[in-house]
């Protein structure tokens, strides 16, 4: 079993920035590819972006548009995902998960999920 818990979340001013962490816990995640997906209230979970387990290949949602950067330190575990230049419509519960190789940007095929950081981007 993985346990995984996000932070970093918080209260921010457009065009601010943000970091958001998340480590697991309970099993290696070796081979495994993390994501962050987002969920606004009364809107469906959306793909943000996936980073392979070297983190040689990345793929961000087209919403992105240079903004975010995800990494990863497989020593600690922890996949972190960068956010700049947000914008009010950011705003949402950010979900770290973790999913075999090839999940990419389909959240179904994510094994494991955290539960979730507030982001609130205010105009």
């Known amino acids: 079993q993985v346990q995984l818990v996000e932070s970093g979340g918080g209260l921010v001013q457009a065009g601010g920035s943000l970091r958001l962490s998340c480590v697991a816990s309970g099993r290696t995640l070796n081979g495994y590819n993390m994501g962050w997906f987002r969920q606004a209230p009364g809107k469906e979970r959306e793909f943000v972006v996936f980073i392979t387990w070297t983190g040689g290949a990345t793929r961000y949602g087209d919403f992105v548009k240079g903004r975010f950067t995800i990494s990863r330190d497989n020593a600690k575990n922890t996949v972190y995902l960068q956010m700049n230049s947000l914008k009010p419509e950011d705003t949402a519960v950010y979900f770290c998960?973790?999913?075999?190789?090839?999940?990419?940007?389909?959240?179904?095929?994510?094994?494991?999920w955290g539960q979730g950081t507030q982001v609130t981007v205010s105009s």
């Open positions: 998960a973790a999913g075999p190789y090839g999940a990419g940007t389909m959240r179904g095929r994510y094994n494991y």
